[in-house]
């Protein structure tokens, strides 16, 4: 494993099973009376959002206060960015109070590698979602649920997603969750195809590992997962589709659409999610959707990606004392 996690195209096939099978013993403490390892006791961690969030704070904190670790919650609002302070004094102020990791969502591509690169801190540096380019926790998050459904829980352990097709639809363009899933994804050997009105892709998309389709209902009998994207109507600067009716009516998934997919096949989606847009209420809430299994998978991909990056050399559960002992 490399110090800090950016991307996830920087993670090898060995570095990804090694993080789901951690993130598998580390959901074994959600079973448990005490939620809670003191593998991180006497660490910092602070969690840096420039951006809005809810899914990836709240579980990167819920998995450090698992692992016992000192939590500092930085939100841009209310602090002295509002002033005008940098990126650089931000962190460095960070710094002096003694941090061991930094989680830093920032709505500029970039910004988690010029923190990681800069020496400005000697923290290790986890990327939770960076402008348009990538959110490496959510991908092997999103990896973690389809081994676990698609593969099996226990039988998983140590494999990849080889041969597995997952279609990923809707705004690619501005979305950093299909980069990172495409990245992934790749490494861990699934096929994956790419779903979105051709103004929704991004220039030079035919260098990326997948394919790519403008047709959903010809691609949803060939998938064993199908991940909805929100229109991230925040980042867009023009119009990019006629209507939203138009849109849903051709890349929204509803029930009738859902039923062309094969039996086993998952719906995923990151959230948030847009109900009557990209997904209809019916399909949310159906037993096929893992967008709540997704969140849970969050806290125990985080507390993997924690332990691994702060220095876990042993099996996370089988050598830590637990704190209900
Ligand atoms: N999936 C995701 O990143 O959600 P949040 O923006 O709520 O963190």
Known sequence: MQRHLISAADLTRDDAVLILDTAEEMSRVADRPIKKLPTLRGRTVVNL?????????????????RLSADVINFSAKGSSVSK???????AQTLEAMGVDAVV???????????????????????????????HPTQALLDAFTMRRRLVGRDAGLGHDLAGKRVTIVGDVLHSRVARSNVDLLHTLGAEVTLVAPPTLLPVGIGTWPCEVSYDLDSTLPKSDAVMMLRVQRERMNAAFFPTEREYSRRYGLDGDRMAKMPEHAIVMHPGPMVRGME????????????????VANGVSIRMA?????????????????????
């Open 84 to 90: 005008g302070e940098s990126l650089k004094d931000t």
């Open 104 to 134: 830093i969502r920032h709505g500029a591509s970039g910004a988690p590698y010029r923190l990681a690169n800069s020496g400005w801190i000697d923290a290790a540096v986890i990327n939770a979602g960076d402008g348009t380019h990538q």
């Open 279 to 294: 997904i209809t209420a019916q399909v949310a809430d159906s037993e096929r959707c893992t967008a709540i299994e997704q």
């Open 305 to 325: 990606v924690l332990y691994l990056l702060l220095g876990g050399n042993e099996p996370a559960l089988t050598n830590t004392r637990t704190e209900e002992k």
């Open 49 to 65: 959002f420039f951006e809005d969030s809810t899914r990836t704070r709240i579980s990167f904190e819920a998995a450090e206060k």
